[in-house]
């Protein structure tokens, strides 16, 4: 199977500080990650599309600005939270597109901001 | 974006007896993707359907991709324990890098 995995798996941070946290493609190359984000008892909310070696693309109402997403390879995305405050709190989760048509999941990773 | 409504939005069941749950669109999909998620861990793909009509089973797991387009259906035999989570149904009119989810139908099942 695919196995997208995620770290870390959770992180505490104090307002003001950034987190960066990873999402690799272990036994497949991703040309396309994908960021969400999911509040308690909901479903998940695409942030932004990765594509390796170029430009994320946002959805609408997400702050560039301040989730940060670099996809520098073809197994490796990171979104960097910036000046996190307690409202970013949330789970993050990560996907990766594996031929022929199918998205497979990190783990998540759930920030907590102090 | 697209809209995904998922029924029932939560079941309470007995173990050992049957699932059925729905995802419907207003649209017209050509994939439909089954999630199960678990509290604390990220979705966990079931089953891929990719042509219409299409019936696919995965274990005691058999989803269908409806004739419409705009509907796709999950069933869970002989539930047990370990079936307990949230269901996501999926959609995509372009390829899997343009995923819809529904609302998600959150199962307990009673030992």
Same mark, same amino acid.
């Given at each position: ?30 040309? *396309? ?48 939270? *910036? ?13 990766? *597109?594996?031929?022929?048509? *199918? ?12 | ?11 309470? &069941? ?20 089954? #999630? ?10 079931? &089953?891929?359907? #990719? ?28 539930? &047990?324990?370990?079936?307990?989570? &949230? ?25």
């Amino acid at each position: 199977g695919a196995v997208v995995s995620q770290h870390p798996s959770w992180v505490i941070c104090k307002s003001g500080t950034s987190v960066k946290i990873e999402c690799r493609s272990l036994d497949f190359q991703a040309t *396309t990650m994908f960021w969400y984000r999911q509040f308690p008892k909901q479903s998940l909310m695409l942030m932004a599309t990765s594509n390796e070696g170029s430009k994320a693309t946002y959805e609408q109402g997400v702050e560039k600005d301040k989730f940060l997403i670099n996809h520098a390879s073809l197994t490796l995305s990171t979104l960097t939270v *910036t000046s996190a405050h307690p409202e970013d709190s949330s789970f993050y989760i990560c996907s990766a *597109t594996r031929a022929p048509d *199918t998205q497979y999941f990190g783990p998540g990773t759930r920030l907590t901001v102090l | 974006g697209q809209q995904l409504n998922q029924s029932p939005q939560s079941m309470f &069941i007995q173990e050992g007896e049957d699932v059925s749950m729905n995802c419907t669109s207003s649209s017209i999909f050509n994939t439909w993707l089954w #999630y199960k998620q678990d509290p604390g861990e990220g979705p966990v793909l079931l &089953i891929a359907l #990719y042509k219409a009509g299409e019936l696919t089973s995965n274990g005691r797991l058999t989803a269908q991709f409806g004739i419409t387009r705009k509907d796709s259906f999950l069933n869970i035999s002989a539930s &047990i324990p370990s079936d307990v989570g &949230i269901y996501f149904c999926a959609g995509s009119q372009t390829g899997a890098n343009n995923l819809f989810f529904g609302t998600g139908t959150r199962l307990t099942v009673i030992p």
